[in-house]
């Protein structure tokens, strides 16, 4: 079985910056990591690769320094990393960052792609199903559990906004994972040692076969207006209080401004 895990690096959330004139987010010597819900999606992978020795590929578009995260990947257990990075790719929204790695993923073998709900920069969960829609695959998402039958069929636990469904579907496919499903284990220390002797693949945007209208800033319909990081306006009250006398302070300072 073979399973390709698309995971993102994102800032570490409490050191969001803004560049004022381009609306986009200043990645350059922010703290990144992976993103928690792709890590949850790695450790699915590799669970099933401890089981039925599938064979994992992670992938990632970014800039160059997104290496990063896929050394990660491949010391907590990956066995092929590969970076989507070219100056075309860059500022893309969701349409655009979806068209470039279902471009990318047409070059691959997969029985299963994984990729996490939701990004905790962007926020939009948007990817995942884009890319599923892109290859014209069945798609399954908020992956809470994953069980697989040995041949083709999985049976995933889907969270709803009420509890959970139980579904099967066949591969190939495409899910997005919670990190809540699982506990993603750590590098290996030996994973460690060896990664930075380990290839990471660059793929440009000449190895997609895409026009460039359909890429980075180009293929972006959203067209970022104004974004900014939004200041602290005034200082909170602190209350040393119990939970019921909170409620009423809380009820009483809601009715004063008018909110409810
Ligand atoms: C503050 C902010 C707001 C934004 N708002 C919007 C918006 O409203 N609309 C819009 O179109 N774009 C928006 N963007 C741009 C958007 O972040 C990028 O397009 C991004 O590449 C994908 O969207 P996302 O971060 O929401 O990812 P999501 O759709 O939340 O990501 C879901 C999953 O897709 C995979 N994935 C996502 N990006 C990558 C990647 N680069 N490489 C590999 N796997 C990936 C990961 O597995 C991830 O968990 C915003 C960006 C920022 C920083």
Redesign the pocket.
Known sequence: MKII??????PNTTE?K?NPVTG??IRDGVVSIM?P??KG?LEEALKLKDKYNAHVTV????LPQ?DDILREALAMGADRAIL?TDRKLGG???????NA?AAALRQLEFDLV??????I????????P??AEHLDLPQVTYLENLEYDGKKTFTIKKSTEDGYQILEVDAPCVV?VLASANKARYMSVRGIVETYDREVEIWGFDKLGIAEEKVGLKG???K?HK?FTRGVKAAGEMFETDAEEAVGIIMSKLKEKYII
């Open positions: 895990v698309c995971i993102k690096q994102v969001i803004i986009t987010l993103n819900d792709d999606g992938i990632t578009m970014g997104a989507l893309a929204d969701t349409l655009a960052t979806s790695l994984i990729t996490g709900r939701q990004a920069d962007g926020d939009t969960a948007q990817v995942g884009q890319i997005t972006s319909p959203t970022v974004a």
